[in-house]
């Protein structure tokens, strides 16, 4: 059986970044699940449909061939063949991603592809339903989170560096939206699973986070 670490939380928590540099550490795969979210919504999105149909969504995420390839160790998402990694990180696609992944069709089509995935992979996933429900018998599962305030700060912090323009306000509306999005909806909601530890990041270092995740895997 392969080694699977599952990791959970809201949006921002710092999930891929701790999740790579775990993955990195103890030589296990990274699997970003949000990118193949993203992925989904970017096909609506370059279809011209709104994410808020969900009639259109479902007829139309048949189309959408996903599939994840590993290059130098980096995951490659392709949609119907074509490496989109350069286009899933905007907000634009973030929010369209999380309004895709309430429509049960799409969760069901991505999971199945996670769990095949991780069946003969040593990995690290992250998302939102790993521990719960893509991989209820991972060996490790960790669920990280930190204060919205935080979360938006750190993304804020994230767009100045590149240097975009943005409002600290609409971040934190847009996490708190999400957060909430991602936490009611009916399908695989976000909560952590009744046997996932806990990890606030709000008043650690990201080398603290990794340093505590690693003596949970070694545990
Ligand atoms: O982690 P992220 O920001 O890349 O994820 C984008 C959206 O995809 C997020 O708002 C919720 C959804 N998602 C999900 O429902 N289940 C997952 N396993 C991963 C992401």
Do not use: W
Not at 23 to 44: P, Q, S
């Amino acid at each position: 059986m392969a080694f699977n670490i599952a990791v959970d939380g809201p949006a921002g928590a710092g999930k891929s970044t701790i999740a790579k540099a775990v993955a990195k550490k103890m030589n296990l795969v990274y699997v970003d699940t949000g990118a193949m979210y993203r992925a989904m919504a970017l096909f609506m999105i370059r279809e011209g449909i709104s994410v808020s149909d969900t009639a259109k969504v479902i007829e139309k995420c048949e189309l959408a061939d996903i599939t994840i390839r590993y290059e130098d160790g980096v995951q490659v998402v392709l949609l119907n063949g074509e490496n989109v990694n350069a286009y899933l990180r905007t907000e634009e696609v973030g929010n369209a991603a999380s309004a895709v992944s309430v429509i049960p069709e799409v969760r069901k089509k991505l999971v199945e592809l996670q769990k095949a995935l991780a069946a003969n992979t040593d990995c690290i996933m992250d998302g939102r339903d790993i521990g719960t429900c893509v991989l209820p018998n991972a060996q490790v599962k960790i669920y990280l989170t930190a204060d919205s305030y935080v979360r938006a700060q750190r993304r804020y912090d994230e767009l100045v560096a590149k240097g975009i323009a943005c409002d600290i306000e609409e971040i934190h509306k847009d996490i708190q939206e999400r957060d909430y999005r991602d936490m009611h909806r009916a399908a695989s909601p976000l909560r952590q699973a009744e046997d996932a530890v806990l990890l606030d990041t709000s008043n650690l270092s990201i080398d603290e986070v990794i340093e505590k995740m690693i003596a949970l895997c070694e545990h």
